[in-house]
């Protein structure tokens, strides 16, 4: 099997896509699982949802009414089993994740599982070594894990750009990930294993290394934060070849959805994500005044990076395959996670300790 240097990475060039129409299940249909079934309804080619499933009957009744010839299947086992089902959409709550990916590897069926592979490193390689034995066996590789940003187009570009070497070897990348607001229950260690662990990817994919250590500061709390947490946080990634990546994680912000990344490398810089919309600059009571639109949210911020993954996504499970992060990457940032947990703990640097593989 041959490969090619795409977005998303180094992916196996695979066989002309069949005509047939891949039949998905999604399981969990709330505000993710929901979104992924509009999205294959209406602006996916090559795929139509069969099957929904939810804990939530009424939740799953209400999506299943929207979509000709979509059943509900209550139990998820039951549902990646069905014979009429060719594929799968994991967007269940984490821990629920590792046996849903497990009995779609059992079943041989292409699976895209949102973040995070599973809730821990451990059992996160326990997938990648399902994966593996099942690759070995077939060829085959089923399992993606929805890191959606290596999707957009502007990280898409800044991957690029790093790659052809115009601005020499990057050196240090700094992040910003900032929320208006999260749920009373969203803890200072959610910032990690939630919305830090996107940055962790990002780091990997644009560097194309590992993190070797995590450090975790944490400045002084705003007032907005969920009562008895550290936000924002400030997180330092070591990498293994000695670059540095810091991330600013605010979640209560009170303002709108911003991801920052910039690049700072031997022979230039290069920034993404600064302003989404139109920006205006207009002369104001104090003086010359800049504006922009800020995204309310990631499903605006990152909506057309959700198409494009799940686009790719559908045309390679066609094909018997995957386009995009798999199971390490699932596995690699689930570790980085726990030692920047862990690291946020002790509030001393947390080195990194991967499995090999």
Not at 76 to 102: C, K, M, N, R, Y
Not at 129 to 150: N, P, S
Not at 301 to 315: H, K, L, M, P, T
């Amino acid at each position: 099997m041959t490969t090619t240097e795409t977005a998303a990475g180094v992916l196996p060039v695979l066989a002309d896509v069949p005509p047939t129409e891949l039949r998905v299940a999604v399981l969990g249909v709330g505000m993710m699982g929901a979104d992924h079934v509009a999205r294959l309804q209406s602006r996916i080619s090559g795929a139509r949802v069969v099957v929904v499933s939810d804990a939530f009957a009424e939740k799953a009744d209400g999506v299943a009414a929207g979509v000709p010839g979509c059943r509900v299947v209550a139990d998820p086992p039951a549902a990646i089993a069905d014979p009429e089902v060719d594929a799968v959409v994991i967007a269940t709550p984490g821990q629920f994740h590792q046996d849903q990916v497990l009995a779609c590897i059992q079943h041989g069926k292409p699976v895209l599982c949102e973040k995070p592979l599973t809730m821990d490193a451990e059992s996160s390689l326990a997938v990648v070594r399902a994966e593996d034995e099942y690759a070995a066996r077939t060829g085959r590789r089923l399992v993606q894990v929805g890191f959606m940003r290596r999707f957009d187009p502007e990280y898409a570009q800044l991957r690029a750009l790093i790659a052809s070497g115009e601005i020499g070897e990057p050196l240090v990348m700094h992040c910003a990930h900032r929320n208006p607001s999260v749920p009373s229950h969203f803890t200072s260690e959610m910032m990690i294993t939630d919305s830090v662990v996107h940055e962790v990817d990002v780091a990997r994919f644009l560097l194309d290394e590992e993190a070797a250590a995590v450090t975790v500061l944490r400045p002084r709390a705003t007032r907005h934060a969920v009562a008895g947490e550290s936000d924002p946080l400030f997180v330092l990634l070591e990498m293994a070849s000695g670059r540095m990546v810091d991330v600013e994680c605010f979640v209560s912000t009170g303002i709108a959805y911003e991801v920052r990344t910039e690049v700072v490398a031997e022979d230039g810089i290069a920034l993404i994500g600064l302003d989404t919309g139109l920006v205006r600059q207009s002369r104001g009571p104090a003086g010359a005044v800049r504006s922009s639109t800020i995204t309310p949210s990631f499903k605006e911020r990152f909506g057309r990076a959700y198409d494009i993954e799940v686009q790719r996504w559908v045309d390679a499970a066609r094909r018997g395959g995957i386009d995009g992060p798999g199971v390490w990457d699932g596995y690699a940032a689930a570790v980085v996670a726990e030692a920047g947990v862990q690291a946020l703990r002790t509030g001393g640097r947390t080195e990194v300790r991967m499995a090999q593989r």
